[in-house]
């Protein structure tokens, strides 16, 4: 197991290292820097302006420079935003960041629950709501549903605001300030849930039908167990053990923003930041956020072998 | 003689398929006694089974128990609330399955699955249903109980998952064992074993046992009384001397026909020619009549029915029944 850890280690810094050089050339292979997006300057003004940001030197050059600095903890300064990277992103991931996790979580306990029950209970009126009802919720586009309820909370009932992450003007601190906060996450939430909610519930749904027909259930009654222990201590662990996979898979997502939604609701979060970035080439941003989500990436992707290999006891790491 | 144990009643188990009705148990009676061992045999498919998973109500959710009863000490188990059925099931009754490697829950260690009915029936402590585990572990002949309950299934073998199985199904001192193929998935010098094991057991706790099986050699090992089944029916029963000597219905002579006999060379074993019918919409004959050497008219016209013949053998064949009856 300890060997396990450490080889998957080495492998995951070679891994690291290979994903930002083919990332640095990608983004260095698209046309246009920049400055050259920026047609109000002079030949000479943006020829100097390239020469002081480095822009001018070869792509391999650069590619090393930047790898420098970035072991050294130095990402560089966002050029749309002259502020360093670090903090900028710091600045604005925590804010996806709480929207995606509680959208996690309740997509994951919703799906949990719902998947079960319509398993246990298959072909149920219960279980055709369900069916129905996440495969509407999965179809809408995501800029349809935003608007929509938008329309309905925001405009008809006013009970919800549009959009930001505070009232215009508000200056509000302590818990009024959280209060503020929550009521113009709900909406986000909802929506973000709703999206993925449907694929989850019926993952979970098929898992436990597939484990209800196994031979060790129908031990399990015949050793004159109650219901409950036979579908929640029983079924549940197996059902459940690949969905941990899953979950880590998930880690990535809740750093990376959700680009349309934020948009939508006009949500200060990362995923704004992200696209600008690519539209105005803002490589020291556009280069440590992809690094950043590759590293979680692979680490999730670690997490989930190692948990698994915790939880399921057939299986030895090697 | 014995007192009565179990008396099953003209059970009836049908299945809702979408192809019709499959009548997987048609009207099937039998009784066990005290300390007594019942084999039903028959060919795959012919519903002894489902009429093992029925006393047990046990069957999958397309199919139901539509009649007769099941007088289980002096209680008809299909009147039973779920709640005492359960209370049942692992206790007065207990039941060994046909695969043991799947039939333990991969996740759990041996252990505890081991105290999961002994904590559920005796109300003993954790520790105390640990101690009996081990204690039965160490009945069925496995060595290192202490390190054997702390196993997953996947590190025993097949063998020993049917030993641990059967002390499942001892732990609660059941009055009734019910064993379905218990040996079919083991090589065969495993099977002798756990076949012995059974004996030991019937001997020392003097309990009763159905033992569903397709192999006469276990019948013969094993049994004291057999129940032929075929088709969902029941076509002959015995005593298992009686029934071996002299068997009555041409498909419990076809089936002792198609054993092998040791110190017997044959190029080809004897078979039944013809395949099993389908149960969906059987007609109004002897279900086996396409199969039969002798089928007469009456027989693809109207079914027989068990009829007692000598030295307590019962049979459902035209060929026995006198010219009033028909």
């Given amino acids: ?318 | 003689m014995n007192e009565m144990l179990l008396q099953v009643n003209h059970l009836q188990t049908n299945f809702y398929t979408e192809s019709g009705v499959v009548k997987a148990v048609n009207d099937v009676s039998f009784a066990i006694r005290e300390g007594e061992t019942v084999c039903i045999v028959g060919e795959s498919g012919c519903g002894k089974s489902i009429t093992a998973l029925s006393l047990m109500q046990l069957i999958p959710e397309n199919g139901k128990v539509e009649g007769g009863e099941i007088n289980f000490a002096g209680k008809n188990l299909l009147d039973l609330s779920k709640k005492d059925i359960r209370r049942l099931r692992g206790n007065e009754i207990g039941m060994i399955f046909q695969e043991p490697m799947t039939s333990l829950n991969p996740v759990f260690t041996i252990g505890e699955q081991m105290i999961e009915p002994i904590q559920e029936h005796l109300l003993l402590s954790k520790k105390a249903a640990y101690k009996k585990a081990m204690e039965l572990i160490t009945m069925l002949g496995i060595p290192n109980a202490e390190k054997i309950v702390n196993l997953y299934p996947h590190e025993l073998s097949g063998g020993m998952l049917q030993r641990i199985m059967i002390a499942i199904a001892l732990s609660c001192n059941p009055k009734l064992i019910i064993a379905d193929e218990p040996t079919t998935a083991l090589d065969v010098t495993i099977q002798a074993q756990i076949l012995d094991l059974l004996r030991d057991i019937k001997k020392e706790f003097n309990t009763s046992m159905l033992l569903i099986t397709h192999d006469l050699g276990v019948v013969a090992e094993m049994a004291d009384y057999v129940v032929v089944m075929y088709a969902g029916k029941v076509v002959e029963e015995g005593p298992v001397l009686e029934l071996f000597k002299n068997p009555q219905h041409p498909y419990t002579k076809g089936l002792l026909k198609a054993k092998p006999v040791i110190g017997e060379r044959k190029d080809r074993l004897y078979t039944i020619a013809g395949q099993v019918p389908n149960l969906v919409d059987l007609s109004e004959a002897c279900y086996f009549a396409d199969r039969c050497e002798h089928a007469m008219d009456i027989c693809r016209v109207k079914q027989p029915v068990l009829t007692e013949m000598a030295k307590g053998q019962k049979t459902a064949c035209w060929l026995y029944e006198d010219g009033e009856n028909q």
């Fill in chain 1, 1 to 318: 197991m300890k060997q396990y850890v450490l080889q998957r280690f080495l492998q995951m810094i070679v891994i690291l290292f290979g994903t930002s050089f083919i990332i640095f050339f990608l983004f260095a292979m698209l046309p246009g820097d920049y400055i050259d997006s920026n047609i109000s300057l002079t030949p000479q003004r943006a020829q100097e302006l390239k020469a002081l940001y480095g822009l001018d030197q070869p792509v391999l050059q650069r590619y090393f420079k930047w790898l420098g600095n970035a072991l050294h903890g130095d990402f560089g300064y966002s050029l749309k935003h002259q502020e360093n990277v670090l903090s900028l992103l710091n600045k604005y991931v925590w804010n996806s960041f709480f929207v995606a996790i509680l959208a996690l979580f309740l997509t994951w306990s919703i799906a949990l629950v719902s998947g079960v029950i319509s398993a246990i209970k298959q072909y149920s009126w219960f279980d055709g709501f369900v069916t129905f009802f996440v495969f509407a919720a999965m179809s809408f586009p995501s800029f349809f549903i935003s608007l929509l309820f938008i329309k309905w909370f925001g405009v008809d009932l006013q009970i919800l605001p549009i959009g930001g992450m505070i009232d215009t003007g508000s200056d509000s601190t302590g818990l009024a300030h959280l209060l503020e906060v929550g009521k113009h996450m709900i909406l986000p939430v909802t929506i973000l849930t709703l999206l993925s909610i449907g694929s989850l519930t019926r993952y979970f749904r098929t898992g436990m039908l597939e484990v209800i027909r196994q031979d060790y259930i129908r031990t399990a009654r015949a050793k004159g167990l109650k219901e409950r222990v036979v579908i929640f201590k029983h079924a549940l662990k197996n059902a459940i053990l690949p969905a941990i996979t899953l979950l880590a898979f998930e880690l990535p997502g809740l750093f990376s923003g959700a680009i349309i939604m934020e948009q939508i609701f006009n949500w200060p979060g990362v995923g704004r930041i992200q696209l600008e970035s690519v539209s105005f080439r803002d490589y020291p941003v556009l280069m440590a956020f992809t690094m950043f989500l590759s590293c979680l990436t692979i680490i999730g992707n670690f997490l989930a072998d190692v948990t698994y290999a915790a939880v399921d006891p057939r299986i030895r790491l090697k």
